[in-house]
Nanobody, 123 residues
Framework: QVQPVESGGGLVQAGGSLRLSCAAS????????MGWFRQAPGKEHEFVAA????????YYADSVKGRFTISRDNAKNTVYLQMNSLKPEDTAVYYC????????????????WGQGTQVTVSS
């Protein structure tokens, strides 16, 4: 099993949109819920969103609810994070990871983390 690979980050103005992708190997991805976390400079990892294996249920941090949408394409072993109405406080490195534990919001319930992709939102 190998780590997922995130892509799609970049520099965007406030109010803009980005779509992040997380590509994983089949053995890493198949059958597991997946999540997105972010880490801003000097801060702890923060839960952003997660999605069940079937895609039937999704969970969001209050700070992104209504602006971000998580989805997945199991045929492509890929998870997406559509980010709309971006704010400067969304600036962070965004990571995807595989969920192994019972808690949806806790970092230590996830394994197989990607290397992250930088998202910078200018005001």
């Amino acid at each position: 099993q190998v780590q997922p690979v995130e892509s799609g980050g970049g520099l965007v103005q406030a109010g803009g949109s980005l779509r992040l992708s997380c590509a994983a190997s089949g053995r890493t991805f198949s059958g597991y819920a997946m999540g997105w976390f972010r880490q801003a400079p000097g801060k702890e990892h923060e839960f952003v969103a997660a999605i069940t294996w079937s895609g039937g249920n999704a969970y969001y941090a209050d700070s992104v609810k209504g602006r971000f949408t998580i989805s997945r394409d199991n045929a492509k072993n890929t998870v997406y994070l559509q980010m709309n109405s971006l704010k400067p406080e969304d600036t962070a490195v965004y990571y995807c990871a595989r969920k192994r534990g019972s808690n949806w919001w806790r970092r230590f319930d996830y394994d197989y983390w990607g290397q992250g992709t930088q998202v910078t939102v200018s005001s």
